[in-house]
């Protein structure tokens, strides 16, 4: 059964934007006291962060569809709906994030450090936020937007100070048994070792980690073997040892043959022959292993390589190692630039940035494209008239007409808002008022003429009683 899984596609969905209330406050003596509509709540995201605890992805093997509460819709008297709670989706440390082409959204190091992986929706307004000297008393309010909708893969790169990479049962499993204390599986067949592990290491006042990465063998930055899946958790180490096995049975085998196969997928994966690099002679406690271990080592050294002859099994040559290691990790780390504190950027907009595009296409159809006129559609109600004016309204004074205008759109071309797969298409009609302007002055009603004052409810029935004067003292007998 799979214990380890360093690879898995996700599929997550934020939470959508709870709908705002249109709603007028009503009680004794006082039916229509005005829009008391509240927000809808915000959809919740779900987050992507860093847990130590946690070392692979196998929860999102076996549930890769994760989703966010939505938010609740607002009610009346001007009560907000609650907000959706976010999703925390906790990963290994080394966890990158990809969209399904490849291309890198986060790369996730260090305790605590997240990513959104997908923003919830914001809340619909209510009637009552969408009130003004203007719009009295709107009879509609603001949808909820949808949550975003994500398909993302997380790759886990093992984040160690050292790797140990050779042959399959080269001894790397035994060698990080006895320089830490992990407990790997060891045994004296190939390929024992199926995922990385991960120790930790003293020397002196050094502490480093070291991973024993899975065998790798000709071929495996091109997939053979396991190589191709475990070669990645070598990308972050600092330090490469190349442990070679001098009491190998394999009469077509000899520790320099097997060091050139290895730097060579090295540099075929890209990048990873250029890292600081120790060699180790494992297994000279055999005597055949010690005699080709002499044997060799002038001629590795002759390379530029630091050789070391150890023997896991009777605990030769570790302390050297060890302190050898603590001494580049050293360096490495001594090398590595200091993170500058993070700074705000702000790039504001071009003077002549509009914020939406109006493009003609090839049938004829105007597109608009925009952050704000797409929003703006996702947030309308079409079912209701004056909600429908309202986003009319908003359009215009975006300057989304004049531009359809200039376009060379005329009465009746079709003007579609938002992306090919979901897009709102109408006819336009240019200078028509919208339906709810058609029924009167939007956002106005005559019943709220009760909550006025007296005193103006006194000025507007006398000059009721002064026109109805004016109009009967026109009047002729017959």
């Not at 009680?27 to 829009?35: C, I, R, T, V």
């Not at 000025?459 to 026109?474: M, W």
Request: with cysteine; proline share 5%.
């Amino acid at each position: 059964m799979t214990t380890f899984v360093d690879r898995v596609e996700l599929h997550v969905a934020a939470g959508s934007g709870g709908h705002g209330c249109a709603s007028v406050h009503r009680e004794k003596f006082k039916p229509l006291g005005g829009p008391d509509g509240g927000n809808g709540g915000r959809g919740g995201d779900v987050i992507l962060t860093v847990d130590q605890s946690v070392t692979t992805l196998l929860d999102y093997h076996h549930s890769p569809h994760r989703r966010a509460t939505n938010g609740k819709p607002g009610e009346g008297g001007n009560r907000s709906g609650k907000d959706g709670q976010d999703l925390i989706l906790p990963v290994p440390d080394g966890t990158v994030v990809l969209d399904k082409a490849g291309n890198v959204l986060a790369d996730l190091v260090g305790q605590g450090t997240s990513y959104v992986a997908a923003q919830g929706g914001r809340g619909g307004l209510g009637n009552a936020a969408l009130a003004s000297a203007r719009r009295k008393a709107p009879g509609f309010a603001l949808l909820g937007e949808p949550g975003d909708l994500q398909d993302i893969v997380l790759e886990l790169k093992t984040v160690a100070d050292v790797a140990l990479v050779g042959y399959p049962s080269a001894g790397k499993s035994s060698l990080i048994s006895v320089l830490s204390a992990a407990k790997p599986k060891i045994a004296d067949y190939p390929f024992t070792t199926l995922v990385p592990n991960l120790g930790v290491v003293t020397a002196g006042s050094t502490v480093f980690t070291i991973a024993d990465v899975p065998g790798l063998i000709p071929g495996a930055s091109q997939g053979k073997g396991l190589g191709l899946e475990f070669l990645r958790h070598v990308e972050r180490c600092s330090v490469l040892v190349h442990v070679l096995d001098t009491a190998t049975l394999e009469s077509d085998r000899d520790p320099v043959s097997d060091l050139d196969v290895i730097e060579e997928e090295l540099r075929q994966y890209g990048g990873l022959d250029r890292r600081p690099r120790i060699v180790v002679l494992n297994k000279i406690d055999v005597p055949d292993g010690k005699d080709l271990a002499e044997m060799v080592r002038p001629d590795l050294e002759a390379r530029g390589y630091r050789v070391f002859e150890v023997s896991a099994v009777a605990h030769l040559g570790l302390r050297e190692l060890s302190f050898a290691l603590a001494d580049l990790v050293a360096k490495a780390r001594a090398a590595k630039p200091k993170e500058e504190a993070t700074r705000i950027v702000i790039r504001p907009k071009a003077v002549d940035d509009t914020g939406f595009t109006v493009t003609r296409e090839d049938d004829g159809l105007f597109r608009v494209r925009g952050e704000k006129p797409e929003r703006w559609v996702r947030q309308t109600d079409f079912n209701n008239d004056e909600a429908v004016g309202y986003l009319a309204d908003r359009l215009n004074r975006l300057g989304v007409e004049d531009e359809l205008l200039k376009a060379g759109a005329r009465s009746g071309d079709g003007v579609a808002i938002g992306p090919e797969d979901n897009a709102v298409v109408f006819d336009w009609e240019p200078t028509v008022m919208a339906g709810a302007e058609m029924l009167g002055r939007r956002g106005e009603d005559h019943r709220l003429d009760g909550a006025r004052p007296a005193a103006q409810r006194r000025r507007d029935k006398q000059a009721e009683l002064d026109d109805a004067d004016r109009e009967f003292d026109g009047f002729e007998p017959f």
